[in-house]
């Protein structure tokens, strides 16, 4: 298996932005249940772009996660914060890992 990044870059719907971090518990718990998960960073850009990073053992194991995230949590208030247009996704093969 290689370890794949999964990069999700997206903003916020207007009025979200105060409560979004600490409604990311249930989200982080979930991702931490799935197989194959491994880290999560999440950041916010100088232009209120925020940037999810997430690791995974396989590519395999990030899109399984990718697909059943909407039907297990999409209600939840930090998925409902995210505005579904401006979501970009991408997967890359980590080639270097550091501590």
């Known amino acids: 298996m290689t ?3 999964e990069i999700v870059t997206f903003r916020l719907k207007p009025g979200t932005e105060a409560g979004f ?3 990311n518990g249930l989200m982080t718990d ?3 249940r799935q197989p194959g998960f491994l ?3 999440l950041g916010r850009r100088e232009d209120g772009v925020w940037v999810d990073v997430v ?3 396989s590519l395999e194991q990030a899109k399984a996660a990718a697909d059943r995230i909407m039907a297990e949590i999409g209600g ?3 998925v409902q914060a ?3 247009a401006s979501v ?3 997967h890359a093969e980590v080639a270097l890992s550091m501590p």
């Open 21 to 23: 971090v600490a409604n």
């Open 55 to 57: 690791r995974w053992q």
């Open 76 to 78: 939840s208030e930090a």
């Open 39 to 41: 880290s999560r960073q």
């Open 88 to 90: 970009n996704m991408m």
């Open 30 to 32: 979930w991702l931490a």
């Open 3 to 5: 370890e794949t990044l």
């Open 82 to 84: 995210i505005d579904p």
